[in-house]
């Protein structure tokens, strides 16, 4: 047997030249982007379309958002009210957007003409310690019931809209910053109030005649009377109407307001009752 110098293993595991042996490279880093363009590119192309109309949609979103932001500057929720958008805020004063809005000139005086129908029998005296103003109470079939927001109320028969009712609260609306001195003052008071009976009592777009504008028998403020023209399910319909602003001791005067419609015709004569009957306490 022919022995092999001891180092020919040696020689034989050593590289075959030291000059030409190069250690496997590290993979070179990908960045970010590369990744995320490689991730595109493996997708099938259905998916890249789909993720592309997801992100202009919800881009699409954001600008209408940005854009119409401003529309409600109180940020405040939008409430509708007989058809017609409006910002709740602290008195119902916004200026409303239905043409029943738009009154007739409002007579200086005019006396009120004696309504069709017999009077009810007065019973006594509605008190009320709330808007501290006092009225006739009327008998049957009139009842004394709970009506809120107002304080008291009088009605007549089922609880449909516009209802027959006799009710008193303090005004709905902003007052003016100072009293008037004399009652012909509130007689823009007293107009106030009937634009909003008018959003708040009856169908959107009834038209008004004046009946009756004079100052109160007793006491300062002033009393409108109206006829109020209306459409339900496209049929005409007749309301009689009153509204009495009465000065009171507090911030706000006190408002008076009456409703009947012609299906409560026989009572409209109780108007006339009204009229010479509420003063403040």
């Known amino acids: 047997m ?3 110098p001891e180092d020919s293993t040696a ?3 050593r590289p075959p030249s030291a000059g030409l042996y190069r250690p ?3 993979p070179a880093r990908r960045g970010l982007l590369s990744k995320v363009a490689s ?3 493996d997708m099938p192309i259905r998916v890249v379309y789909l993720f592309g109309a997801v992100l202009l949609t919800v881009l699409a979103v954001f600008l209408v958002f940005t854009l ?3 529309d409600n500057p109180s940020g405040k929720p939008v409430q509708v009210e007989h058809g017609r958008t409006a910002v709740p805020s602290a008195t119902t004063s916004a200026k409303p957007t239905s043409t029943a809005s738009v009154l007739p000139k409002v007579p200086e005086k005019m006396s009120f003409a004696t309504l069709p129908g017999k009077a009810s029998v007065i019973i006594g005296l509605v008190v009320d310690k709330t808007s501290k103003i006092i009225y006739p109470r009327l008998g049957e079939p009139w009842a004394t019931r709970s009506a809120p927001p107002f304080s008291v109320a009088q009605r007549v028969g089922e609880v449909t809209q516009p209802h027959t009712m006799v009710v008193s609260a303090l005004l709905p609306v902003d007052a003016p910053a100072v009293k008037p001195k004399t009652s012909d003052g509130y007689r823009d008071v007293a107009v106030s109030a009937v634009k909003w009976s008018l959003r708040t009592q009856f169908p959107a777009d009834s038209k008004i005649t004046w009946s009756g504008s004079q100052a109160l028998a007793m006491g300062k403020g002033w009393i409108l009377g109206f006829q109020v023209r209306y459409l339900v399910d496209g049929q005409p319909k007749t309301a009689q109407a009153l509204v009495a602003v009465v000065q009171i001791d507090g911030a706000k005067p006190a408002m008076l307001l009456a409703t009947i419609p012609e299906s409560g015709k ?3 004569r109780d108007i006339n009752t009204l009229v010479k009957g509420v003063r403040p306490i």
Do not use: K, M, N, Q
Request: net charge neutral; aromatic share 16%; glycine share 16%.
């Open 11 to 13: 020689d034989r595991r």
């Open 266 to 268: 026989a009572y409209w």
């Open 24 to 26: 496997p490279s590290a």
């Open 39 to 41: 991730g595109i590119g």
């Open 68 to 70: 119409f932001a401003g």
């Open 2 to 4: 022919v022995e092999l």
